[in-house]
């Protein structure tokens, strides 16, 4: 896992972005202690909220970056949701990058406008992302398309 963290230092600390209107949160983060590293999950939720408010009106791009490392992205009714459902009228948008399909919030999946899916080993993910946008209509066809990426990605 710190494998993981220290590949996305250009991403930047949270609490103080890079750009006004880019907002990257990643929802793992790193505690140092004496022993050791350990992680913790941040109080997304509330992240979220005050960012939306102190950003509303002002055209802002939140990126959530490693959604399936948390339990609070899976939650109905929550910020995430909010910004998904009603965040184009403050003008902001969300970006949701995941190494899951599934460990998306449904409702947020609804919304999905526009989306890009690499190969997976996760069956269950590739298929109820094809089927759920409907982009590629036949069983057969997402079969061949499937085989293609494989071959790709090896």
């Not at 939650?75 to 460990?103: C, P, T």
């Not at 089927?131 to 997402?142: A, F, G, K, M, S």
Request: with cysteine.
């Amino acid at each position: 896992m710190e494998q993981s963290i220290q590949n996305r230092e250009w991403i930047g600390d949270v609490r103080k972005p890079k750009t006004k209107n880019l907002i990257i949160v990643n929802p793992i983060v790193e505690v140092r202690e004496a022993n050791g590293s350990l992680y913790e999950e941040e109080k997304l939720q509330e992240l979220l909220r005050m960012f939306f408010k102190k950003y509303a009106g002002h055209p802002t791009l939140y990126i959530i970056d490693d959604c399936s490392a948390t339990k609070e992205l899976t939650k109905k009714k929550d910020m995430l949701s909010e910004l998904a459902f009603s965040g184009r009228h403050a003008e902001q948008s969300v970006w949701v990058i995941s190494q899951r399909y599934n460990s998306v919030l449904k409702d947020l999946r609804e919304q999905t406008k526009w989306l890009c899916m690499f190969y997976t080993k996760d069956r269950d993910s590739f298929d109820n992302c094809l089927r759920e946008n409907d982009v590629i209509p036949t069983l057969e066809e997402r079969q061949r398309i499937k085989e293609e990426l494989k071959k790709e990605t090896s």
